[in-house]
């Protein structure tokens, strides 16, 4: 980890440092593109995420969408200033259409989730869990593919 | 692609290239582990798909499920002398423990599946849809992710 980073005065520039010390992330050339108090977006070039048929490989769409859904519970935990790993426990996809653009990937929370709660229990019991959607939209703004999540985190000892 | 080979003499070396042509799969670096008449086995190295916890990264087990379930309906393809474009329709994962070993994902047909009722239906009509399942193990052979998908072949025009 590289100690100039302060994850309190740039949780964002944290979380892009932390993917990149991920093999997978860096080679799938991942990028914040936008963060606000309720989403965070993730875009990947298509050119490196590209399949036999000219468009995005569904494995590289699956991956930036988990990462995204990741990465906002990240975020969210760092601005409160809790430390915990997160795991993604389980997802579901839907792939609506091929995409031919490079890949934006766009997470927020899940309806009747709430990050108080999930922070208040994680602050109680070391552990917490919460659900998230996240969406994949061509440039034209149709949206391609569909993710839900659920993540734990799990408080780190000592 | 290749002319060298041949898709009817080594369908499993075709699959390898086809799938070496595709820059995040070969970024994961995805090889063919095994292929019998019922199964796929997909490996990559934990060192390329590690995350920020020094486990397997959720994103590349899913990306490699989702292959070796591709990969398995590719190959019954090309046995069959088919050609069409597979893509993944939706998918459902679960994540039941982190993984440190190299990943190893094994594809199967879902119960109540049938290749030769996808077969005849994609020459019937030219479209086709089938379902399967996949995991991954660790190395003592305990399951670490399961992986449903649906895909879609269609039949190239022309």
């Known amino acids: 980890m590289n100690a100039a980073i302060d994850v309190r005065a740039d949780p964002v520039a944290a979380l892009e440092h932390t993917m990149h010390t991920m093999p997978p992330v860096a080679a799938l050339g991942v990028r914040v593109q936008a963060c606000d108090a309720g989403s965070l977006t993730l875009w990947a070039p298509l050119a490196r995420n590209v399949n036999d048929k000219g468009s995005a490989f569904g494995g590289s769409q699956s991956a ?42 766009c997470a927020w929370l899940a309806p009747g989730q709430d990050w108080n709660a999930f922070l208040t229990s ?11 959607e996240a969406e994949m939209h061509d440039r034209a703004g149709n949206a391609v593919t569909r993710f839900e999540g659920r993540f734990v985190a799990l408080r780190a000892r000592g």
Do not use: F
């Open 64 to 105: 930036l969408l988990t990462l995204a859904a990741w990465g906002l519970t990240t975020l969210r935990m760092a601005e409160a200033r809790e430390h915990a790993d997160i795991y993604v426990q389980d997802s579901s996809l839907r792939y609506l259409a091929p995409l031919q653009d490079d890949l934006v990937a």
């Open 122 to 132: 994680l602050v109680a019991r070391g552990k917490a869990r919460i659900a998230l």
